[in-house]
């Protein structure tokens, strides 16, 4: 009996894995290697579901040198309407992901094509848009209107932040309205679109792009389809909120596997951006 408990105890020791060894998948359920999924650049190979990834793998894998010249980079969200547990909130999403708000912007280039590029976070309290990440994207699109650059946007977002209220709501008539003005000089702007974006940041900037791109199987939308069953009664079709639906009507311009985003930022770029100016849009 004593041998048989021993055993059992010393197999149990050598099944027992370190957590976070493995990765479920969303969307086909099938249980992944975390350490090949890292490879993979966090796309499923069964599925090709692009996982989400944070702003520094971003900009790893897209900018030159991997380098962002971050400008504002200690802006960070007051508390206007005392929300209840809104502050330590925040402190808690500035521990865990380093940032003081949920958005990058700064100079880059791609390719060797200098941009304004900006990076949101979906880690930093679901990538929601308070006033602050509404300003930095103002400003990102002020400063490619200044000097003349190309203005590239990857969003990731549950939407508008509800603990600042109708400030939060503000940045979706801000940030279109800058737009607006780079659009008037005939400046690109490339929207790239990730899993999740949705609400607010979708109803606004995200959309807004003269050429939006998207990961395949992104979630993009104005509401989720569980909200949107209890508001109309119906259930939505399979699919409908994903990237490749959203393509074949028309919404957006392109599914780009993350593998070959880069390389499909600078084939855009150089037929937009020729010697510096771009063409009428």
């Known amino acids: 009996m ?16 370190p ?28 599925c ?28 960070e969200p007051l508390d206007p309407l005392d929300f209840p547990e809104y502050k330590k909130k925040q402190k808690i999403a500035q521990q865990k992901t380093g940032m003081k708000e949920g ?20 880690a930093f ?25 190309p203005l590239i946007i990857l969003s990731a977002s549950g939407g508008a932040r509800m603990q600042e209220g109708i400030l939060s709501l503000m940045q979706m008539a801000k940030t ?23 609400a607010g940041v979708m109803a606004s ?3 807004l792009g003269d050429i939006i791109i998207t990961e395949p199987g992104a979630l993009l939308g104005f509401t989720g389809a569980r909200v949107a069953a209890q508001t109309i009664g119906e259930k939505f079709p399979p699919g409908l909120q994903r990237s490749e639906n959203l393509l074949a009507h028309g919404m957006i311009d392109i599914v780009v596997s993350r593998k070959e985003l880069r390389n499909t930022l600078i084939r855009i770029l150089r037929i937009i951006w020729k010697h510096g100016k771009a063409p009428a849009i």
């Not at 958005?103 to 979906?122: N, R």
Request: proline letters at 3%; hydrophobic letters at 40%; one cysteine or more.
């Open 2 to 17: 004593w041998f048989k408990k021993k055993v059992k105890a010393r197999l149990e020791e050598k099944l027992k894995l």
């Open 19 to 46: 957590d976070g060894l493995w990765v479920k998948c969303e969307t086909c359920g099938e249980i992944l290697y975390r350490k090949e999924l890292e490879k993979n650049l966090w796309i499923c190979p069964k």
């Open 48 to 75: 090709n579901f692009h996982f989400r990834i944070n702003h520094h793998n971003y900009i790893s894998l897209l900018l030159d040198d991997a380098k962002l010249e971050e400008k504002d980079k200690d802006l």
């Open 103 to 122: 958005a990058v912007y700064g100079l880059a280039s791609i390719g060797e094509i200098p941009v304004v590029f900006a990076a949101m976070d979906f």
């Open 125 to 149: 309290m679901g990538g929601s848009m308070g006033s602050v990440i509404g300003e930095k994207i103002a400003r990102a699109t002020r400063t490619a209107c200044k000097k003349e650059l």
């Open 176 to 198: 279109s309205a800058e737009l607006a003005l780079l659009a008037q000089k005939k400046i690109p702007y490339i929207s790239i679109l990730t899993h999740p974006t949705t």
């Open 205 to 207: 900037y995200a959309s």
